[in-house]
């Protein structure tokens, strides 16, 4: 992995949805769980459990670990299990037994996200062989971002838009936004929606009402 500091690093995704291509900002929030998805062979039980906040690129992330090289010393490609609280937990206790055959066609590696808040992400099992097995497995949390990394979530999200922030324009919003992944990407949202608007390019003006729009005509006495 990269040696250069994690709120300059970025990696892109091949994966693309219908409003752009997607790519990933890592900073202090989430470079240890970009690290640990690397090698799924040193995961506990070869699974993890991966939380975090909303819009947090918790299943980016994951899609992106699912599309990296097979590691030798699995005998198949991580598998992923989205909105993994939802599921049936019988059906999840024997997906967690299935991976510890490693060798035969069942083993591989289990990557569970599971979308939910507090401790274990929220995740409250009810099932007690299962919640034993998850209390064993490796757990990564993706923390809120700071300064710098929501910086480069901006930065991202008006790329993944194809909206033309001028400079000076993240040290503008970043002090004067929430400081979470949902924030930020919203922020972004309302800069686009206000500047198609007004058919004007994307200036303090259009940043101004945007944090105005969202969070009130109080944010005017940081103007």
Do not use: C
Request: glycine share 8%; no cysteine.
């Amino acid at each position: 992995m990269s040696r250069t500091p994690p709120s300059q690093i970025a990696l892109p995704l091949a994966a693309r949805s219908s409003d752009g291509a997607r790519r990933i900002v890592v900073g202090a929030a989430n470079a240890h769980v970009v690290e640990a998805l690397q090698d799924p062979a040193r995961w506990p039980f070869h699974v993890a459990v991966l939380t975090g906040p909303p819009r947090a690129g918790k299943s980016l992330l994951a899609r992106w670990a699912a599309g990296l090289p097979g590691n030798e010393r699995l005998p198949k490609p991580l598998e992923v299990i989205d909105d993994a609280e939802t599921l049936d937990e019988t059906a999840l206790f024997h997906r967690w037994n299935a991976v510890q055959q490693g060798g035969s066609r069942e083993g591989g590696a289990l990557l569970l996200v599971v979308n939910a808040d507090g401790e274990n992400g929220g995740w409250r099992i009810a099932l007690p062989d299962l919640a034993s097995r998850i209390g064993g497995s490796l757990h990564l949390e993706i923390g809120a971002p700071g300064d710098a990394m929501a910086a480069e979530l901006i930065l991202a999200h008006a790329e993944q838009r194809g909206l033309t922030l001028p400079e000076g324009a993240t040290e503008y919003l970043v002090p004067r936004t929430t400081r979470s992944f949902a924030a930020l990407e919203a922020l972004v949202a309302t800069i686009d929606r206000i500047s198609l608007e007004r058919q004007s390019p994307a200036t303090m003006s259009v940043w101004r009402a945007a944090l105005e729009a969202l969070h009130g005509p109080e944010q005017q006495r940081l103007f």
